[in-house]
């Protein structure tokens, strides 16, 4: 693993063996969440990856009078217990994209189409759906067919990259077990994108699901604060993340065979600590693997 660092966001990567016959070289982007992207798209251009995986919350599209999800069934889905929501309420107030829709004035829903505008004309980009994408609107899904990207919620797909075939899987913050199930038995080199790590411990580690080369993941930010952070190797002790609260074991780095990327922004209103933003780059097909 190594740490490139680029104005505030850093490039981390990482080597992940597999059958396959040659290598790929991919990036993994997550929790855009309708910023300015020009940093991450700076090191897009720069490292020319063969694939770019985008791990959810690309956008935001929370708007309670549009979604047909409430506040309380989302948290259902990510497993939020009701004893927990008032603790993961007061966090939301600290969550500068946490208000209803077009009354949020820290992002532009311009963002996330302009990413995407640039991102496919580096590399094929696939994107995964995140817990700030209650819902896609129909010009979303317009925007992505146009610009040839491939969306996958609760679906997969079949890719063939510099020659190698990936079979590659989106599972949604509104997971759907039994597409998982069928996924994880087919044959290939198959990649996850996953944007709850928090899934990987509920829902695959320790399950006959657990058949991917890859899993890459995001949502957690890095834990926002890192304590006693160092840098490189020495990230620190993160303070908390969505999903598993204080002290978050699934929080950056790579633990087996799932990659969590601390993301390229930040929504909170308390600013990042010890915990810059993040680009990985996975070469995959590599001769060695590095471990957290």
């Given amino acids: 693993m190594k740490n490139n660092k680029q104005s505030k966001t850093i490039t981390t990567t990482y080597n992940i063996p597999t059958q396959l016959s040659g290598s790929v070289h991919i990036a993994l982007i997550s929790d855009v969440h309708d910023r300015c992207p020009d940093a991450a798209l700076s090191i897009l251009h720069q490292q020319q990856p063969d694939l770019i995986l985008v791990a959810g919350d690309l956008m935001e599209r929370h708007d309670p009078v549009v979604s047909p999800w409430t506040v309380e069934q989302m948290d259902e889905w990510q497993g939020i217990p009701r004893t927990r929501t008032w603790f993961f309420n007061i966090v939301r107030k600290f969550d500068g994209s946490a208000s209803s829709g077009e009354q949020t004035k820290r992002w532009n829903k311009a963002n996330g189409y302009r990413f995407l505008e640039e991102a496919v004309k580096i590399a094929p980009v696939v994107l995964g759906v995140g817990n700030h994408e209650w819902y896609h609107t129909e010009e979303d899904l317009q925007f992505f067919k146009d610009h040839g990207v491939v969306f996958l919620d609760n679906r997969d797909c079949e890719l063939t990259v510099k020659g190698q075939k990936l079979l590659i899987g989106g599972m949604s913050t509104r997971y759907d077990l039994e597409w998982l199930d069928q996924f994880s038995q087919k044959d290939g080199v198959k990649i996850l994108i996953c944007h709850h790590p928090d899934y990987y411990p509920k829902y695959i580690k320790d399950t006959n699901r657990n058949t991917f080369a890859l899993i890459v993941a ?8 890192r304590l006693f952070s160092r840098g490189g ?60």
């Avoid at 995001?218 to 604060?225: F, I, L, N, P, V």
């Avoid at 002290?247 to 993301?263: E, K, L, T």
């Avoid at 996975?282 to 693997?289: P, T, V």
Wanted: charged fraction near 10%; hydrophobic fraction near 30%.
């Fill in 233 to 292: 190797r020495k990230r620190g002790i993160p303070v908390f993340a969505p999903g598993q609260g204080l002290f978050p074991r699934y929080s950056y780095g790579q633990y087996d065979n799932m990659i969590v990327s601390a993301g390229v922004s930040n929504t909170a209103n308390i600013p990042r600590f010890g915990n810059p933003c993040e680009v990985v780059m996975i070469q995959l097909g590599g001769s060695s693997s590095n471990n957290k």
């Fill in 218 to 225: 995001g949502h957690a930010h890095g834990g926002q604060w």
